[in-house]
Each structure stands twice: as structure tokens, then as C-alpha cells.
């Protein structure tokens, strides 16, 4: 059994609380792509951990984690996040992180700094954790993998062959430090004695779990609209969070997936740059950002906001091929006298869509056309079942169920474990 859990937006729609609540039946919970630009956060007992690297079902005996081939991997980072686990006595004992995962390096981080300062008022707004530079090395097939990090002679010589040019750029195009072989030997190789027994042919863990009938859980990062490929390129991370990510970040088949579950929120957020049709610059967009405690879990930065975007959801459920949906965060919306929800773009030259544009500047410059639904006053963060729920809340889940197309089947309505309910 395989199940793919996938953002469907900007990301930070609430994937690792979810995760989390699915992981107590999962055997293994596998991320795919992303690295420690992801922010996932659960909740653990009377505290709130936030996991970069690390899979959300870490919080249960019975799930191996495993970091699998397509996740970019700071070694300094999933090291500290081990310690920080093991100091909140959660075992990282079973983890397991693929040979073939690429490894972030210092002059990764500086370039994606660098690059983003001159790109100026056109920046990314990237995490500046040196993902797209990773991922770069990735594509030019000039990365350090996890395997080359564990043998002290093939490292040496990897990191001498990429500062040739690493530095030649960071020097001549950028005006910034250089590195030296020694240096990065020095601070990276004794995070190899620690990752060494961790490190796994994770493909063939999977496929053999798939095979003994084991309950196999994805935890994408980032989300649909920050998909290399399905995104609002350029402003996207460089990896696939969507449904489809998840074989290539892995090694198991697509005939293997059983489930692929879209979280959204129900409003939308975003942090960096970029288009975002729905959102807002007024008091409602303070309120939900308020409300919803919408500052980044990695950056800190205070996150957009604006109203759902079923345009966007539309189209999220067929590029993931989406099976089932949980909206998180319906709570934060308590008190707002109407619940908008955009429903087609109007166009710069007047014509109105339904579905997602192909083109990036009428993303840019279209304007959102909503429906409006009645808002309410309830406090429903106790509401353990549907039918609890205020009328208007449970007509605005069905409405929304109507316009996006597919079987919303869970609905969160506070941050901790038990805040949240099925839908039949
Ligand atoms: P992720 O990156 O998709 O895992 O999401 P983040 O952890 O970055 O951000 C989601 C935030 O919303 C976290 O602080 C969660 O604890 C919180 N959260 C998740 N679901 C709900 C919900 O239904 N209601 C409320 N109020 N908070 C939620
Ligand atoms: P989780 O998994 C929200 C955004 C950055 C920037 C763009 C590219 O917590 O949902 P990158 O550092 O990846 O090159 O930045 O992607 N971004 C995220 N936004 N949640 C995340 O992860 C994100 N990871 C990257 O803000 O706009
Ligand atoms: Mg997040």
C-alpha cells in the first residue's frame, strides 16, 4: 500500500501535521525531493517540532524514516536535527538516507545567496539554503553524492574538481569568499561517521517493503505550485513536489501508487516571490496571517495571504492525479463575515478563464473572480465530527468539494493531533 501525501500550493499547507496522523499505520514514511527548505512542523505531546530533513514519522517506533535519492541533504543540518530528536528522546536509530541523495555543500549556499543578490528586485526569495545550486550540480552531473561524502579519497577529489569552478565563479562573477579543499574536508567529513550508518539502498528498501504488503507513506515538500515543471516558474524550488516526484525521488514504480492525498489550506499562503493571483494587501489578508500564525517555520518571514484558489486547486488535482483532499486551517477563517473563493481569472484582455493559464504573465495580471459564502462566528476548533460543524461551515466544504472536483476526506481545525476530523 502507497499513499502520497503532496502540497498544493506554496507549500507549508499543513503536510507534516498530516503526515504525522498518518504515520501511526505506516510502516515507512519516505520525503522525495526538497531538502532543509522545507519547514514541517508537528506536534509532540506539549511541544512543537519543526523537521527540515528528517520524515514527519520519526514521532513513531514502528515507521522507518528514509531520506530517499531525489532530497538534497545538508550534512550539518540532518545531523543537528538528529541530536535535536534524540534530546526530545525520539530514536533516530532506524533512519535510513539514500547513497544516491546529493549532498549540499558551503560554496551551494553562497552561490544561491550571491545569485539572489543580483538578481535584485527580481529575486527568488529563496530559503538561501542552497538548494537550486544542489540541484544545479544534480542536473550537470558534477554532484556530490551521499555515497562520495562516506569515501574520504573520492571526496577530496570531488571537492577539488568543483572549486575550480565553484570559486572562479563565487570570485570572479560574485566577488565573494572562496573555499578550500581542506576546510570542507574538515567540517564535512566527521558528519560522514555519523551518516555512515545510516546510509541505504533506500530504492530497494521500498520496493521490498511494497513487496511484503507494507504501508508506505511519501511526505512531499513544497508544493504543486513550486514544482519545477507544474509551477509559477521561475519563481519555484528546483525539485518535484508533485505526485509524480515521488518516483523518480525514490526508485518505486507509478503502477505502485495506491492513494495520493493533496493537502490545501483554506486560504492560500505564499513566502518569496512570485505570482499569486488571490492575494490580498488589506486587513482580511493581516487577519488571516494573524489568525492562521502565518510567519515561516524556516525563514521566519511573514507569509502572503490571500483567499483559496480553486483555479489553482483544479488544476493541482490532475497535474498530482489527486484521489482524496484534506483542507487544514479552517479555524483561522472564524469571524470574517464572508468566505471568498476565486473561482476564474479575468484576463488583461477581458477574457474570463477557469482554468490555470499556461502563460505567465496573465498569472501576472489577471484578476480574480470569486464566489462568496457566508463566514461564521463558532468556535470549531472542539468539532470532532462533520456534522458539529456550523451549518455554514459544513456548506462551505461541500461547496468547495463541488468546485475543485474531488472527495475532500479531511478537515483540520486546530494544530494538535486529535484537531482534526474524516469526512465519510
Ligand atoms: P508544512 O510545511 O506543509 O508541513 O506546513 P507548516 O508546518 O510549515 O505550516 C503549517 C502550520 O499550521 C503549522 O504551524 C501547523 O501546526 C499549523 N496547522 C496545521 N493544520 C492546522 C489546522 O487545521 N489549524 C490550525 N490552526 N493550525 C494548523
Ligand atoms: P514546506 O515543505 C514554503 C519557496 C521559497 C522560494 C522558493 C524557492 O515547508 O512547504 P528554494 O530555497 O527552495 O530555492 O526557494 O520556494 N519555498 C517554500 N515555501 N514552504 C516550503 O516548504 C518552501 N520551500 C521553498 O520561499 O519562494
Ligand atoms: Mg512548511
Redesign the pocket.
Known amino acids: 500500500m502507497l499513499t502520497a501525501v503532496t502540497?498544493i500550493n506554496w507549500?507549508?499547507?499543513?503536510?507534516?501535521?498530516v503526515i504525522d496522523l498518518l504515520a501511526e499505520h505506516a510502516d515507512v514514511v519516505a520525503r522525495y525531493q526538497g531538502g532543509n527548505n522545507?519547514?514541517?512542523?508537528v506536534?509532540h505531546g506539549d511541544k512543537?517540532l519543526a523537521l527540515h530533513l528528517i520524515p514527519s514519522g520519526i514521532m513513531y517506533e514502528k515507521a522507518v524514516p528514509v531520506i530517499g535519492n531525489g532530497v538534497v541533504v545538508n550534512p550539518q543540518v540532518l545531523v543537528e536535527e538528529m541530536r535535536m530528536l534524540e534530546g526530545e528522546g525520539l530514536s533516530c536509530d532506524r533512519l535510513k538516507i539514500s547513497c544516491d541523495a546529493h549532498v549540499i555543500m558551503p560554496y551551494h549556499i553562497e552561490l544561491d545567496k550571491a545569485s539572489e543578490f543580483r538578481l535584485g528586485k527580481n529575486e527568488i526569495g529563496t530559503t538561501n539554503r542552497g538548494i537550486g545550486p544542489c540541484y544545479q550540480d544534480k542536473a550537470a552531473r558534477s554532484g556530490i553524492r551521499i555515497q562520495d561524502l562516506l569515501d574520504e579519497h573520492v571526496f577530496r577529489m570531488k571537492v577539488e574538481a568543483a572549486l575550480e569552478v565553484k570559486n572562479a565563479i563565487l570570485e570572479k562573477v560574485y566577488g565573494k569568499r572562496t573555499f578550500t579543499v581542506d576546510e570542507i574536508c574538515e567540517a564535512y567529513l566527521p558528519f560522514a561517521e555519523i551518516i555512515r550508518p545510516h546510509m541505504a539502498e533506500t530504492a530497494q528498501l521500498l520496493n521490498d517493503a511494497l513487496r511484503e504488503g507494507k504501508h508506505i507513506l511519501f511526505e512531499g515538500a513544497q508544493g504543486t505550485l513550486l514544482d519545477l515543471d507544474m509551477g509559477t516558474y521561475p519563481y519555484v524550488t528546483s525539485s518535484h513536489p508533485v505526485a509524480g516526484g515521488c518516483c523518480i525521488g525514490s526508485g518505486v514504480g507509478p503502477t505502485a501508487i495506491n492513494e495520493i492525498m493533496g493537502?490545501f489550506k483554506s486560504y492560500t499562503t505564499r513566502v518569496g516571490e512570485g505570482p499569486f493571483p488571490t492575494e490580498l494587501f488589506d486587513e482580511t489578508g493581516d487577519y488571516i496571517r494573524n489568525a492562521?500564525?502565518e510567519f515561516g517555520?524556516v525563514t521566519g518571514r511573514p507569509r502572503r495571504t490571500g483567499w483559496f484558489d480553486a483555479v489553482v486547486a483544479r488544476y493541482a488535482v490532475r497535474v498530482n492525479g489527486l484521489t482524496d483532499v484534506v483542507i487544514?486551517?479552517?479555524?483561522?477563517l472564524r469571524g470574517l463575515p464572508k468566505l471568498k473563493v476565486c473561482v476564474a481569472y479575468k484576463l488583461k484582455n477581458g477574457e474570463t478563464v477557469t482554468e490555470f493559464p499556461a502563460n505567465f504573465m496573465d498569472l501576472v495580471d489577471c484578476e480574480p473572480v470569486y464566489e462568496e459564502f457566508d463566514g461564521f462566528d463558532e468556535d470549531i476548533t472542539n468539532c470532532r465530527s462533520f456534522e458539529e460543524l456550523p451549518a455554514t461551515v459544513q456548506s462551505y466544504i461541500k461547496e468547495l468539494e463541488r468546485i475543485i472536483e474531488c472527495p475532500i476526506t479531511m478537515l483540520?481545525?486546530?494544530?494538535a493531533r486529535d484537531?482534526?476530523m474524516t469526512i465519510k
Open positions: 502540497g507549500g507549508d499547507e499543513g503536510k507534516g501535521r522545507a519547514g514541517h512542523t506536534i512543537k493537502i492562521g500564525g517555520t487544514n486551517k479552517i479555524d483561522p483540520g481545525v486546530g494544530p484537531q482534526v
